[in-house]
């Protein structure tokens, strides 16, 4: 299984980007599916999660400006994210809990993309 972080960038303050996550690889359910972030110098932290029935969760700081959906369909994870503060500057990652594999072979695990990095900067 891997997954595919894209749609980072640089953008100005008050602006907008929207990150994308594929998954792909032998997967036959996908659970829980997150958003985390890591900015120099400060640890990992959980931007906005999702069910696989749709409930969400944010982190206070990025309530009501970033929106974090899926489509079961094609196995992806997005994140909007509108009115980008320099404070959102950071490397973003998605995680999944992945169920994947054949018989013997089949486990139950979360699974992380490699990263995007978003830059909000005049």
């Known amino acids: 299984v891997q997954l595919q972080a894209s749609g980072g960038g640089l953008v100005q303050p008050g602006g907008s980007l929207r990150l994308s996550c594929a998954a792909s690889?032998?997967?036959?359910?996908?659970?829980?599916m997150g958003w985390y972030r890591q900015a120099p110098g400060k640890q990992r932290e959980l931007v906005a999660h999702?069910?696989?029935?749709?409930?969400?969760h944010y982190a206070d700081s990025v309530k009501g400006r970033f929106t974090i959906s899926r489509d079961n369909a094609k196995n992806a994870l997005y994140l909007q994210m509108n009115n980008l503060k320099p404070e959102d500057t950071a490397v973003y990652y998605c995680?999944?809990?992945?169920?994947?594999?054949?018989?013997?072979?089949?486990?139950?695990?979360?699974?992380w993309g490699r990263g995007t990095q978003v830059t909000v900067s005049s």
């Open positions: 690889g032998s997967i036959f359910n996908i659970n829980d």
């Open positions: 999702i069910t696989s029935g749709g409930s969400t």
């Open positions: 995680k999944a809990n992945v169920g994947a594999g054949v018989g013997d072979f089949f486990s139950v695990r979360d699974y």
